[in-house]
């Protein structure tokens, strides 16, 4: 796969008013009456109870966990990698869920937002202050969505005028993390996979619980690993295609446990077990034990 050509890098904001303030005089207060230095606390009051923002929060990690799911770490300051092969399933779902976090948004400040600062003063006490509740118009832009997207750059785009000594020394350190870059990004999945066929597997155990969500993440992944394996790891493919053909296609209701499943469970956690066993020879590459 063309890292230029078919993949481009996103990165996610996502904006939130946590309805939490610092109060000076009451963190200077506190200090006092204990004797302590004034940095030694702080009081930061909650001027809203903290279950009227659950809706947006749950919105917002709806938002971050498609985002993560679907895209590969690529630099430290939350880049991810998007490929092309994914960009429209990814653009519309992620479309559909950031209209989500805005209708819980307007939902809190037409509503819950303005029934809490009016009940404010009773809740705070001496605690409250007036200038603390913004309108719901300034908190609006508070709360916010934002993806940028721009292109894979390689030690080919470096073009500035300097010393042509130096310009190469700068080509190789670009080609040098771009490579670091990949072999995270693959490690990545190989780390997702792991976990996943662990929860598998774990759910499978005589104790454990197997829960449908586990079994709808392998397959989400599995469908999803050849659109993310941008450095073309044959290996990962492959495993990727024991874990189809062995794990894939069952439901809670077909490994519920009974004495008519027993055996289907084994097997299938024995399958689990060996693909995992595998899997770890080839993460050892990434200094992975």
Same mark, same amino acid.
């Given at each position: 796969?063309?890292?230029?050509?078919?993949?481009?890098?996103?990165?996610?904001?996502?904006?939130?008013?946590?309805?939490? @303030?610092?109060?000076?005089?009451?963190?200077?207060?506190?200090?006092?009456?204990?004797?302590?230095?004034?940095?030694?606390?702080?009081?930061?009051?909650?001027?809203?109870?903290?279950?009227?923002?659950?809706?947006?929060?749950?919105?917002?990690?709806?938002?971050?966990?498609?985002?993560?799911?679907?895209?590969?770490?690529?630099?430290?300051?939350?880049?991810?990698?998007?490929?092309?092969?994914?960009?429209?399933?990814?653009?519309?779902?992620?479309?559909?869920?950031?209209?989500?976090?805005?209708?819980?948004?307007?939902?809190?400040?037409?509503?819950?937002?303005?029934?809490?600062?009016?009940?404010?003063?009773?809740?705070?006490?001496?605690?409250?202050?007036?200038?603390?509740?913004?309108?719901?118009?300034?908190?609006?832009?508070?709360?916010?969505?934002?993806?940028?997207?721009?292109?894979?750059?390689?030690?080919?785009?470096?073009?500035?005028?300097?010393?042509?000594?130096?310009?190469?020394?700068?080509?190789?350190?670009?080609?040098?993390?771009?490579?670091? @870059?990949?072999?995270?990004?693959?490690?990545?999945?190989?780390?997702?996979?792991?976990? #996943?066929?662990?929860?598998?597997?774990?759910?499978?155990?005589? #104790?454990?619980?197997?829960?449908?969500?586990?079994?709808?993440?392998?397959?989400?992944?599995?469908?999803?690993?050849?659109?993310?394996?941008?450095?073309?790891?044959?290996?990962?493919?492959?495993?990727?295609?024991?874990?189809?053909?062995?794990?894939?296609?069952?439901?809670?209701?077909?490994?519920?446990?009974?004495?008519? #499943?027993?055996?289907?469970?084994? #097997?299938?956690?024995?399958?689990?077990?060996?693909?995992?066993?595998?899997?770890?020879?080839?993460?050892?590459?990434?200094?992975?034990?």
């Amino acid at each position: 796969m063309s890292i230029v050509n078919e993949c481009m890098i996103v990165n996610l904001q996502i904006g939130m008013w946590m309805g939490y @303030r610092l109060d000076k005089e009451a963190s200077r207060t506190v200090t006092e009456q204990n004797n302590a230095e004034t940095d030694a606390a702080r009081v930061n009051k909650h001027l809203i109870p903290k279950e009227i923002l659950k809706p947006i929060q749950t919105a917002a990690s709806a938002v971050r966990s498609h985002f993560y799911n679907k895209t590969l770490p690529w630099k430290d300051n939350g880049d991810r990698i998007l490929t092309r092969q994914l960009f429209t399933d990814f653009n519309l779902e992620h479309a559909r869920l950031v209209d989500e976090f805005i209708k819980a948004v307007e939902e809190f400040l037409n509503t819950a937002y303005l029934m809490a600062r009016d009940q404010a003063e009773f809740r705070m006490g001496d605690l409250f202050k007036p200038d603390d509740y913004p309108s719901a118009d300034t908190l609006r832009h508070k709360f916010y969505v934002h993806m940028d997207v721009d292109a894979v750059t390689t030690a080919g785009d470096f073009r500035v005028n300097i010393d042509a000594a130096a310009a190469d020394k700068v080509r190789a350190d670009i080609e040098t993390a771009m490579a670091a @870059r990949l072999s995270r990004a693959t490690e990545d999945i190989w780390h997702r996979l792991a976990s #996943t066929i662990d929860s598998v597997k774990r759910g499978l155990s005589p #104790t454990g619980r197997l829960h449908e969500s586990v079994l709808s993440n392998l397959e989400e992944l599995v469908e999803v690993i050849p659109a993310l394996n941008i450095a073309g790891d044959a290996n990962l493919e492959q495993i990727r295609q024991r874990v189809q053909n062995a794990l894939s296609g069952y439901d809670v209701a077909d490994l519920r446990r009974s004495s008519k #499943t027993e055996e289907l469970r084994a #097997t299938l956690s024995d399958a689990a077990s060996e693909i995992m066993e595998d899997m770890k020879g080839f993460m050892s590459a990434f200094g992975v034990k």
